[in-house]
T-cell receptor, first 115, second 111 residues
Framework: EAGVAQSPRYKIIEKRQSVAFWCNPI?????LYWYQQILGQGPKLLIQ????????DSQLPKDRFSAERLKGVDSTLKIQPAKLEDSAVYLC?????????????FGPGTRLTVL | GIQVEQSPPDLILQEGANSTLRCNFS?????LQWFHQNPWGQLINLFY???GTKQNGRLSATTVATERYSLLYISSSQTTDSGVYFC?????????????FGTGTRLTVIP
């Protein structure tokens, strides 16, 4: 079974530029998550999708971050414009459902550096 | 939101030694998971354990939900066990199926 795929693996941009990340979840997984992991901290949830609908985006800085999962499969996360404090690893995860017992499987992450 | 504290923050072990990692949480939970993040950044789910005890090879975990803590035991540690171990919880009180991660325990196993 293929795991969660993410691209790119690394990205370096200057502040005020835009950037987009892509995630392809495990086949058949209805729930998709985007997390932000700042160096030295645990991952923090940004947004959760169930199929193509948003379940929770309360932690997403909506003035600069946006995410979509138009066909209920792969997803993109965009930052526009980027700030220095956005430097982090962006992790995508997926699970079969959104129940408490559903295991989340994580992708390898995209490491973003904002200069 | 729910607070998740892990201890110790850093741990250095000789290969073959045993260790116990602790996770304290501030509210009732309906989901608790332990993850290992390897040195390349990949997060791997180790246990789903909102209560009780589970074992998988050299790893075992115990959660005492009434006392709001969980323990991860690593026996006969190997260099491949190095990385950061995270405890993550889902709380009834948040009303959402979000995992809240602790700050992790960084384990280094030296040969």
């Amino acid at each position: 079974e293929a795991g969660v795929a993410q691209s790119p693996r690394y990205k370096i941009i200057e502040k005020r530029q835009s950037v987009a990340f892509w995630c392809n979840p495990i086949s058949g997984h209805a729930t998709l998550y985007w997390y932000q992991q700042i160096l030295g901290q645990g991952p923090k949830l940004l947004i959760q999708f169930q199929n193509n609908g948003v379940v929770d985006d309360s932690q997403l800085p909506k003035d600069r971050f946006s995410a979509e999962r138009l066909k209920g499969v792969d997803s993109t996360l965009k930052i526009q414009p980027a700030k220095l404090e956005d430097s982090a690893v962006y992790l995508c995860a997926s699970s079969l459902g959104q129940g408490a017992a559903d295991t989340q499987y994580f992708g390898p992450g995209t490491r973003l550096t904002v200069l | 939101g729910i607070q998740v504290e892990q201890s110790p923050p850093d741990l250095i072990l000789q290969e073959g030694a045993n260790s116990t990692l602790r996770c304290n949480f501030s509210d009732s939970v309906n989901n608790l998971q332990w993850f290992h993040q390897n040195p390349w950044g990949q997060l791997i789910n180790l246990f789903y354990i909102p209560s009780g005890t589970k074992q998988n090879g050299r790893l075992s975990a115990t959660t005492v939900a009434t006392e709001r803590y969980s323990l991860l035991y690593i026996s006969s540690s190997q260099t491949t066990d190095s990385g950061v171990y995270f405890c993550a919880v889902m709380s009834y009180s948040t009303g959402a199926n979000n995992l809240f991660f602790g700050t992790g325990t960084r384990l280094t196993v030296i040969p």
